[in-house]
C-alpha cells in the first residue's frame, strides 16, 4: 500500500485501530450493497465517532513529499477510511474506480491548500465558476480537511498546539449549577428552574457536552426527533451558555458540527449538496464494529433526508456562522474562527449560497419551510427569514474570513452581495402606509426596464386585514417577493433579525418595533410572540398549507406563539434603545412558561392556549427566556450579537433594476434610501 507509508496514527483509539488493520475485503468491497439506512449510518460513523482529538497535520519529511499524520481521533476515520477505499477502488470495485487512489495523493499534496480553497468538485470539474476558491478531491466520499496545526520542515517531532484542541479530550465544560457567572448572579426561582431543565437537555458525546436536545418532554412517548440537537434550536442555548461564561459546550458543537457538515458535492439523488450544514443529528451508541460487548458513540446527522417533509435546512449554515461569530465576540477566543477547519468551513457554507442559479436577485431562492418554519407554508422563494440569516451570515463571515490570495475574491463577492441585497430588500420588502397606498395605485403589465411596478404587482392583491391593521406611524419587511405576489404576512423572526443585523435602513429598523408596539395586542398578546400575523384561514390554509392539520389557523406556524421568539426580540429592543419593551413581553412570558411547563409555541389568536401539538420543556422556549433574561441584565453583552448600518457597504455600486438601462450601476442608490427615510 502506497499510502501507507505515509499515514501514521498516533494515540491509536481501537477503533481507529481495528479500521487500518481491514484490507480491501472488508466492509468497505460490500459499500454498494448497503442498503439506504445502513449506507446512513456508515456514513454517520464516518463522520464522527468517539476519542476526537482534532489534532492531524502534515509533516514534510521531503521537499516534495508530505507525510499525512494523525493523532488518535474520530477525524481520522475520513483518513483510514480513504486508506481502504483506496485499496478497494484501485482493485476494481465498481463505483469511483480508481478515482480512491487518487484521493490520498490530492489530499497528501493538497492539504496546505484546503485551508484556502474551497470549490470542490468530486470529479475533474469545478462546481464554482466564481472561482473564489479552487479544491479538487477526487472520489466520492466525503471527506473533511485536515486540520492543520503545524507544519514541520524536517524529521523533528510535531507538536500540537494547545490552542487548536477542540477540548474534547475530558477538560469538558463544567454544567454544574454553580458554575461561572450564574452563581454571582440573583436568580429567580423560575430561572433556577429554568437552568437545571436546561442543563438536563444537555447532550453528551464521548463524555463531552456537545448539544441540547430539542424537548425533553418525560411523558412524551412520540418525540419524533424532538431528542436530538437542532442547529437552530441551539443557538439560544449557546447564548445562555456564553452569557453565563460556560463557553465549551459552544465551541465542541461548532466543531462538531462542523465535522458533520457536507463534503460531498450534489450528483446522486438526495445527497446533500457540498456545505451544508444538517437540520440535526444525534449521538447514537451502537456496538463497536459488530461486537456486542463494546459501545461507541457515533454523531448521526440529518440533512432533511429524514425530515417530515424532506424539508432543507438552508438556515444551519448561516445559524453556525452566526453562532461561531458570537462565540469569539463573547468568549475573546478568536482563535477558534481562525483554525483552518473552520475558515473552510465557512467558505463551503458561503459558496454554496453564492452559487450561480438561475435566479438573478440578490436574495437567495429556496424551496418551502427550509428554515424555522420547517413545513409547506407558501414560504418558498425568497423568505425573508432566509435573507435576514444570509445577510447576518455574510456580515459576519465579512468580519472573521482571513483574507489572502485565496479569499479576496469571495470576500469581495461577499461585499457586493451585502450591498445588493440590503438595497433590494430596503427597496421592494419594506411597506408601510405610503408604500401600501403607491402600490394600490400601481399600474399593471408595464414592459420595460424602467417599469414602477417592477414585479407586477396587481393592486387587488393587498390583503383587506392590511388596510386596516396598518398603524400611522411604522412598518415592516414583507415575508416574500416573487413575480406578480408580496406576501404580506408579517414574520417575526425575519423582521427581527432585519433589525439586528441592519438589513433594514436604521428608520425601518426602528419602524418595526413601533409597528410590533402598536399591534402588540396582534402580535405579543397573551404570550410573546407571533411567528407571522394573521393566520392563513380556510380556502387559503386548504391550498397553501395544503390542508396541514397541524398548522391550522393560529396554530404552530400558521399564526401561533413561539416564546423562543423572545430572546431575538430582546435583542433587537436593547439595539434600539428600548430595553423596556422587552422587558415588558419578558415579564408576559415569566408569568406563564414555568406554570405551562415551558411550552414550544401557543395557539389561538391571543396566544393563550398550549399549542394543541406543543411539546412541553422545549430547551429553546427555557433557553430564549435565559438569554432574554440575561441580555436585558447585561446589554453591553447584547452588543456583541448584533450590528449597526455599515456606511462602507453604501459606498459599494449597486446593480438595481433600475429605470434606465439594463444594469445601471448606482452608488447613490444606497445611500439615498438612508436619505429619504430621514426626511
Ligand atoms: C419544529 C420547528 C423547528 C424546530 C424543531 C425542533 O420542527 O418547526 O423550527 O427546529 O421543531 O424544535
Not at 121 to 146: A, C, H, M, W
Not at 206 to 216: E, F, L, Q, R
Not at 379 to 401: D, K, N, T, W
Not at 402 to 423: E, M, P, Q, Y
Request: a negative charge.
Amino acid at each position: 500500500m502506497n499510502s501507507s507509508s505515509c499515514i501514521g496514527i498516533s494515540t491509536m483509539k481501537p477503533y481507529c485501530r481495528i479500521l487500518t488493520s481491514y484490507n480491501s475485503s472488508s466492509i468497505f468491497s460490500n459499500f454498494n450493497n448497503l442498503s439506504k439506512s445502513q449506507t446512513k449510518q456508515f456514513n454517520s460513523r464516518r463522520f464522527r465517532s468517539c476519542g476526537s482529538q482534532i489534532t492531524g497535520y502534515i509533516g514534510v519529511i521531503e521537499s516534495n513529499r508530505r507525510c499525512f499524520i494523525v493523532s488518535g481521533s474520530n477525524w481520522d476515520q475520513s483518513r483510514v477510511f480513504f486508506n481502504h477505499v483506496d485499496k478497494i477502488w484501485s482493485s476494481g470495485s465498481g463505483r469511483g474506480r480508481g478515482r480512491g487512489s487518487l484521493v490520498i495523493s490530492h489530499v497528501a499534496s493538497d492539504l496546505r491548500n484546503l485551508s484556502t480553497t474551497t470549490s470542490v468538485d468530486s470529479t475533474t470539474n469545478v462546481v464554482n465558476e466564481k472561482g473564489f476558491e479552487r479544491i479538487y478531491i477526487q472520489g466520492g466520499l466525503n471527506l473533511k480537511p485536515l486540520v492543520i496545526e503545524k507544519v514541520e520542515d524536517g524529521h523533528g517531532l510535531v507538536q500540537e498546539e494547545e490552542s487548536n484542541r477542540v477540548g474534547l479530550d475530558g477538560s469538558g465544560v463544567s454544567i454544574d449549577d454553580d458554575s461561572k457567572g450564574l452563581g454571582e448572579r440573583k436568580v429567580s426561582e423560575i430561572e433556577e428552574e429554568a437552568w437545571t431543565l436546561l442543563r438536563n437537555a444537555v447532550v453528551s458525546y464521548c463524555g463531552n457536552p456537545v448539544g441540547t436536545v430539542a424537548a425533553n418532554d418525560p411523558v412524551d412517548k412520540q418525540p419524533l426527533n424532538y431528542d436530538q440537537v437542532f442547529i437552530r434550536d441551539f443557538v439560544p442555548s449557546a447564548l445562555a451558555f456564553l452569557l453565563n461564561g460556560e463557553e465549551e459546550i459552544v465551541k465542541n458543537f461548532l466543531l462538531h458540527t462542523l465535522q458533520l457538515q457536507s463534503w460531498e458535492k450534489t450528483v446522486d439523488c438526495y445527497s446533500p449538496g457540498q456545505g451544508l450544514m444538517p437540520a440535526s443529528f444525534k449521538v447514537r451508541t451502537v456496538p463497536l464494529d459488530g461486537n456486542e460487548e463494546a459501545f461507541e458513540d457515533v454523531l448521526d446527522p440529518d440533512f432533511g433526508e429524514s425530515a417530515i417533509g424532506r424539508v432543507a435546512p438552508v438556515d444551519s449554515g448561516l445559524w453556525w456562522i452566526i453562532l461561531l461569530r458570537a462565540y469569539g465576540k463573547i468568549t475573546g477566543d478568536y482563535a477558534l474562527q481562525e483554525r483552518v477547519d473552520v475558515q473552510t468551513g465557512i467558505r463551503l457554507i458561503l459558496n454554496l449560497c453564492l452559487a450561480d442559479g438561475f435566479d438573478m436577485f440578490p436574495t437567495l431562492l429556496v424551496t418551502d419551510g427550509s428554515c424555522m418554519i420547517d413545513r409547506r407554508m407558501g414560504i418558498h422563494g425568497h423568505p425573508l427569514e432566509i435573507q435576514a440569516l444570509f445577510y447576518s451570515a455574510l456580515r459576519c463571515s465579512r468580519e472573521m474570513l482571513i483574507i489572502n490570495d485565496g479569499t479576496k475574491n469571495l470576500v469581495a463577492a461577499i461585499n457586493n452581495r451585502l450591498s445588493a441585497l440590503s438595497f433590494h430588500i430596503r427597496e421592494y420588502y419594506w411597506v408601510d402606509m405610503k408604500k401600501i397606498n403607491e402600490i394600490y395605485r400601481y399600474k399593471t403589465e408595464e414592459y420595460s426596464m424602467d417599469a414602477t411596478n417592477k414585479f407586477n404587482i396587481y393592486p387587488d392583491q393587498i390583503p383587506s386585514w392590511l388596510v386596516d391593521w396598518f398603524p400611522e406611524e411604522g412598518g415592516y419587511l414583507i415575508g416574500n417577493l416573487q413575480p406578480a405576489h408580496m406576501d404580506f404576512r408579517f414574520f417575526t423572526l425575519g423582521n427581527l433579525w432585519a433589525i439586528v443585523s441592519s438589513l433594514g435602513t436604521p428608520q425601518q429598523n426602528d419602524g418595526i418595533l413601533n409597528l410590533i408596539e402598536a399591534k402588540w395586542d396582534d402580535l405579543v398578546a397573551q404570550m410573546p410572540l407571533k411567528i407571522c400575523y394573521p393566520a392563513l384561514e380556510y380556502e387559503e390554509w386548504r391550498i397553501i398549507t395544503g390542508s396541514d392539520p397541524k398548522n391550522t389557523p393560529w396554530s404552530y406556524h400558521n399564526g401561533g406563539s413561539w416564546p423562543t421568539l423572545l430572546w431575538q426580540f430582546t435583542l433587537a429592543c436593547i439595539k434600539m434603545g428600548r430595553p423596556e419593551l422587552a422587558q415588558k413581553a419578558v415579564s408576559l412570558a415569566e408569568k406563564r412558561l414555568s406554570a405551562d411547563q415551558w411550552p414550544e409555541y401557543y395557539d389561538t389568536r391571543s396566544g393563550r392556549f398550549i399549542g394543541k401539538q406543543s411539546r412541553l420543556f422545549q430547551t429553546w422556549t427555557i433557553a430564549g427566556f435565559l438569554a432574554s433574561k440575561m441580555l436585558l441584565e447585561n446589554p453591553e453583552k447584547a452588543s456583541f450579537l448584533f450590528w449597526e448600518e455599515d456606511y462602507e457597504l453604501l459606498e459599494t455600486c449597486v446593480c438595481a433594476l433600475n429605470k434606465s438601462g439594463r444594469k445601471k450601476c448606482s452608488r447613490f442608490a444606497a445611500r439615498s434610501q438612508i436619505l429619504s427615510n430621514e426626511k
